[in-house]
């Protein structure tokens, strides 16, 4: 019986412990938010976002784009409430609208890399922040990669893990 007892909590506690998190990925200064060269790197990002979150011990879900405005961010959250989660990851990639699109994706389309990335942890109960996150995307690092979604998917990966610090 000890055993049993033993096995249930090493097995229930950390189950009772993880959050539940939304992720809402978004660009801002792009032309088209729907350009398939710029979808295929969101995907990529949040791949690299959820996969972090997940392997910390996260139920992670995600939900259609964040644009930025504060009526979004509203209605973001409601969604996050309105599907169980606990926590909200707003990650908006910043573009120069004018900017090159040196980058090619796995089929070919032409991306530019974001000048930054910008990510907010928050709490949906209370839309209270809990951690917010800079990066600025670097071409060298980018180019270190055979496919620019192999890079947005790291890149993903080490804002997510920098957040759960």
Same mark, same amino acid.
């Given at each position: 019986m000890?055993?049993?007892c ?10 009772l412990m993880?959050?539940t ?6 660009g801002?200064g ?5 350009? =398939?060269?710029?979808r295929?790197?969101?995907l990529?990002?949040e ?6 979150f997940?392997?910390a ?7 259609s ?10 209605r973001?959250?409601r ?11 707003l990650?908006?990639c910043?573009y120069?609208?004018?900017g090159?699109?040196d980058?090619?994706?796995g ?6 890399l =974001?000048?930054?990335?910008?990510l907010?942890?928050v709490r ?5 922040v809990?951690r917010?996150?800079e990066?600025? =995307? ?10 620019i ?6 890149l993903g990966?080490?804002a997510?893990e920098?957040l759960?610090?």
């Amino acid at each position: 019986m000890k055993t049993f007892c033993l096995f249930f909590w090493l097995a229930v506690c950390p189950a009772l412990m993880a959050e539940t998190v939304m992720v809402s990925i978004g660009g801002e200064g792009l032309a088209d938010q729907a350009d =398939p060269g710029y979808r295929v790197c969101f995907l990529a990002l949040e791949s690299g976002v959820m996969d972090a979150f997940f392997d910390a011990g996260n139920i992670v879900f995600n939900d259609s784009e964040f644009r930025g405005s504060q009526d979004e961010r509203y209605r973001t959250v409601r969604v996050a409430r309105e599907g169980g989660a606990s926590m909200l990851l707003l990650v908006r990639c910043v573009y120069n609208p004018d900017g090159a699109r040196d980058w090619k994706t796995g089929d070919g389309a032409p991306v530019g890399l =974001p000048e930054k990335i910008f990510l907010e942890y928050v709490r949906v109960s209370d839309f209270g922040v809990v951690r917010k996150l800079e990066l600025a =995307p670097s071409p060298r690092d980018a180019a270190r990669h055979p496919a620019i979604e192999r890079y947005y998917i790291v890149l993903g990966r080490k804002a997510a893990e920098n957040l759960l610090k």
